[in-house]
């Protein structure tokens, strides 16, 4: 499976699914931090991919949804953004609230994936 495919799969079998340099538990930057923590501060369960371990896409992501840094933010397969967009949503509100319909969907079975 080519890289553009698995990151496909990834960003389409998880309902929020972050790319950050490290982990949640051990962010290798900021924003990646930063980022992780508002997305856990929902509740919510999300997946994590630490670009740091995975060269390929380290290099190719950016490709996948023309996005250039990290981390990057997926929900319901479709690009949030990053950081700052993330801790935007965060403070409206509507992070939580996208993320728990993302989560509901997939529990029903209704997600594309």
Not at 27 to 51: D, E, I, W
């Amino acid at each position: 499976m080519d890289v553009l495919e698995r990151i496909d799969q990834q960003v389409k079998n998880n309902p929020v699914v972050i790319y950050m340099k490290g982990t949640p538990q051990m962010p290798q930057c900021g924003f990646s931090m930063r980022a992780a923590q508002a997305l856990g501060s929902t509740g919510v369960p999300f997946a994590y991919v630490n670009v740091l371990q995975d060269p390929e896409i380290f290099e190719n992501l950016p490709r996948y949804a023309d996005w250039p840094t990290f981390p990057q933010i997926y929900i319901d397969g479709e690009l949030v953004g990053g950081c700052d967009i993330t801790l935007e949503m965060h403070e409206s509100g509507e992070l939580k609230t996208m993320m728990e319909q993302a989560a509901a969907k997939s529990e029903s079975g209704d997600s594309a994936a």
